[in-house]
């Protein structure tokens, strides 16, 4: 874990390594960042100066923009660390100095960035990740080295052994062979938009756009294209509108998640070096390249959501301590694999555990009880808000067609359910434990048996009239926890004591 130790009260005894500075070419890229976190206080006081302020306005954001690059210069001047044969230690501070120190041994991944900026002026950003969840307590940011010190640190602590005295960041790591086992093609972008991810871009651009237009005080009914889009939608019947809305919102969606696909993943690499660890390396504008170590390793996910499955394409996850999870796309570094043809997902992923028969094995189903909760819980859903829209048309005047749409869910919702059903299954092969659930998004687990700690079974008042229970295997990696949803009481109990025997022996009743 990162500890944070006050140097006055707890000084560094360990002298003989040095310690070391960021690179002074961070002095042209700091100011810049906090200029950037600092803009919309710029926006209103220069929209303040336009609305009247005068001469004062402008003092008033020359103020903030001199705060913004005096910040700037003092994280260069106030950083400084070192890295020990046990530790690697980061100084911060002016008037209060903080010593963060991250134990060696307790280093799950360590990432380095580049985006424009760092990259015009040959520098990288290295993240040193302890492998908690709290974003803000993860480890420790090296936030303007260059690019070949940064590639240095980033052997010196996960390539090479540790052992005896760390080598000077100019000295070369020791060599090490290298196995490509996935590389981009050009013709993987065709899955970018079935990826969605510019759903998000749509989010992010709202969000700023609208945060601007309150602090500028725009109307945007007076802007001349916006004007003519809102007064041509008005001329148009109501459904027609929305499907016109609908339409441009799907095609912004493509072309954005596209640009971002080929952004996140372009140059993509995936390898193996001989020290026992897999290497990522991709992105356009900011590269990224991220290291897992192979024995914390603890499986794979191959998820299909549910457009990328409908064009037979898959990504694949890795299953590690240390890596967090739940950060969309990226996942945190545990990205092995982009949207891909899925026949290459289950190449990867197999040749990632060494295993290609837990990608491939045929799957135990959890019968027609399971089954019958999927649709059971569809049809309810879609019931309700049936009931719902129907109580809007006869007591407030809403439209029939509002109620007809709701109606619509029924068959969807149907759907739904029968791919949901389709999906459940798990197995057990030669030290792995395989589970698949879902729709929008369906996942296949590879668990190993030797990384399952602990089992809980669960099981609602629903499920007990069935006879089924949620089995959920508890590891130290990833989510922390893999489920086998609804499988029959009995099934989940041979499970459990079949993938780790004696484990769950001593929670049963004679």
């Given at each position: 874990m990162t500890t944070a130790i006050d140097s006055a009260a707890s000084p560094v005894t360990d002298t003989e390594q040095r310690w070391r500075r960021l690179s002074p070419r961070m002095l042209a890229v700091h100011p810049v960042m906090e200029l950037r976190r600092l803009i919309f206080p710029l926006i209103a006081v220069l929209v303040g100066l336009r609305n009247g302020a005068g001469g004062e306005g402008g003092w008033w954001a020359l103020g903030i923009g001199g705060i913004g690059i005096v910040i700037g210069f003092l994280r260069y001047f106030t950083t400084?660390?070192?890295?020990?044969p046990d530790s690697v230690q980061v100084r911060r501070g002016m008037l209060r100095r903080r010593t963060l120190t991250v134990p060696r041994d307790r280093i799950r991944t360590v990432d380095v960035t580049s985006h424009?900026?760092?990259r015009i002026f040959g520098l990288a950003r290295v993240t040193v990740g302890t492998g908690k969840t709290d974003k803000k307590n993860d480890g420790v940011k090296l936030d303007g080295l260059s690019a070949a010190a940064a590639e240095n640190l980033h052997r010196e602590l996960l390539h090479r052994p540790i052992s005896g005295a760390v080598s000077?960041?100019?000295?070369?790591a020791e060599a090490s062979s290298e196995t490509l086992l996935a590389a981009m093609r050009p013709a993987w972008i065709r899955y970018g938009p079935f990826t969605l991810s510019g759903l998000l871009t749509i989010g992010v651009l709202f969000g700023i756009g609208s945060r601007l237009v309150n602090e500028g005080h725009v109307d945007l009914t007076k802007i001349g294209v916006v004007h003519d889009s809102i007064e041509y939608l008005r001329d148009r019947p109501l459904p027609v509108a929305i499907l016109l809305v609908t339409a441009a919102v799907v095609v912004f969606t493509a072309i954005a998640s596209t640009v971002g696909y080929v952004l996140a993943f372009w140059n993509f690499r995936l390898s193996r070096h001989s020290s026992g660890t897999l290497h990522v390396r991709r992105g356009l504008l900011t590269t990224r390249n991220t290291t897992i170590e192979e024995r914390r390793l603890r499986g794979v996910e191959l998820s299909e959501p549910l457009l990328l499955r409908a064009v037979r394409g898959a990504r694949v996850l890795a299953v590690a301590t240390g890596l967090r999870v739940g950060r969309g796309a990226e996942r945190g570094g545990s990205i092995l694999l982009p949207p891909?043809?899925?026949?290459?997902?289950?190449?990867?992923?197999?040749?990632?555990i060494g295993d290609a028969d837990p990608l491939t094995v045929p799957l135990t189903r959890h019968g027609p009880r399971a089954r019958l909760r999927r649709f059971t819980r569809a049809g309810t859903g879609s019931t309700i808000l049936m009931l719902i829209a129907l109580a809007f048309v006869l007591f407030a005047g809403a439209p029939w067609w509002a109620f007809w749409t709701t109606a619509a869910l029924l068959p969807l919702g149907a759907l739904l359910a029968w791919d949901r059903a389709g999906s459940l299954g798990h197995a057990l092969t030669a030290g792995w434990l395989v589970s698949r659930h879902g729709s929008l998004v369906r996942r296949r687990y590879i668990l190993r048996t030797d990384a399952v700690i602990g089992w809980n079974l669960t099981t609602s008042v629903f499920q007990r009239r069935a006879g089924l229970t949620?089995?959920?295997a508890t590891t130290a990696g990833g989510r922390q926890g893999y489920s086998i949803l609804d499988v029959p009481d009995a099934e989940a109990i041979r499970v459990a004591r079949t993938a780790v025997p004696n484990l769950l022996e001593q929670f049963l009743a004679d």
């Amino acid at each position: 874990m990162t500890t944070a130790i006050d140097s006055a009260a707890s000084p560094v005894t360990d002298t003989e390594q040095r310690w070391r500075r960021l690179s002074p070419r961070m002095l042209a890229v700091h100011p810049v960042m906090e200029l950037r976190r600092l803009i919309f206080p710029l926006i209103a006081v220069l929209v303040g100066l336009r609305n009247g302020a005068g001469g004062e306005g402008g003092w008033w954001a020359l103020g903030i923009g001199g705060i913004g690059i005096v910040i700037g210069f003092l994280r260069y001047f106030t950083t400084s660390f070192r890295i020990t044969p046990d530790s690697v230690q980061v100084r911060r501070g002016m008037l209060r100095r903080r010593t963060l120190t991250v134990p060696r041994d307790r280093i799950r991944t360590v990432d380095v960035t580049s985006h424009v900026l760092h990259r015009i002026f040959g520098l990288a950003r290295v993240t040193v990740g302890t492998g908690k969840t709290d974003k803000k307590n993860d480890g420790v940011k090296l936030d303007g080295l260059s690019a070949a010190a940064a590639e240095n640190l980033h052997r010196e602590l996960l390539h090479r052994p540790i052992s005896g005295a760390v080598s000077a960041p100019s000295q070369p790591a020791e060599a090490s062979s290298e196995t490509l086992l996935a590389a981009m093609r050009p013709a993987w972008i065709r899955y970018g938009p079935f990826t969605l991810s510019g759903l998000l871009t749509i989010g992010v651009l709202f969000g700023i756009g609208s945060r601007l237009v309150n602090e500028g005080h725009v109307d945007l009914t007076k802007i001349g294209v916006v004007h003519d889009s809102i007064e041509y939608l008005r001329d148009r019947p109501l459904p027609v509108a929305i499907l016109l809305v609908t339409a441009a919102v799907v095609v912004f969606t493509a072309i954005a998640s596209t640009v971002g696909y080929v952004l996140a993943f372009w140059n993509f690499r995936l390898s193996r070096h001989s020290s026992g660890t897999l290497h990522v390396r991709r992105g356009l504008l900011t590269t990224r390249n991220t290291t897992i170590e192979e024995r914390r390793l603890r499986g794979v996910e191959l998820s299909e959501p549910l457009l990328l499955r409908a064009v037979r394409g898959a990504r694949v996850l890795a299953v590690a301590t240390g890596l967090r999870v739940g950060r969309g796309a990226e996942r945190g570094g545990s990205i092995l694999l982009p949207p891909a043809p899925r026949a290459v997902a289950v190449d990867v992923a197999g040749t990632v555990i060494g295993d290609a028969d837990p990608l491939t094995v045929p799957l135990t189903r959890h019968g027609p009880r399971a089954r019958l909760r999927r649709f059971t819980r569809a049809g309810t859903g879609s019931t309700i808000l049936m009931l719902i829209a129907l109580a809007f048309v006869l007591f407030a005047g809403a439209p029939w067609w509002a109620f007809w749409t709701t109606a619509a869910l029924l068959p969807l919702g149907a759907l739904l359910a029968w791919d949901r059903a389709g999906s459940l299954g798990h197995a057990l092969t030669a030290g792995w434990l395989v589970s698949r659930h879902g729709s929008l998004v369906r996942r296949r687990y590879i668990l190993r048996t030797d990384a399952v700690i602990g089992w809980n079974l669960t099981t609602s008042v629903f499920q007990r009239r069935a006879g089924l229970t949620t089995l959920v295997a508890t590891t130290a990696g990833g989510r922390q926890g893999y489920s086998i949803l609804d499988v029959p009481d009995a099934e989940a109990i041979r499970v459990a004591r079949t993938a780790v025997p004696n484990l769950l022996e001593q929670f049963l009743a004679d």
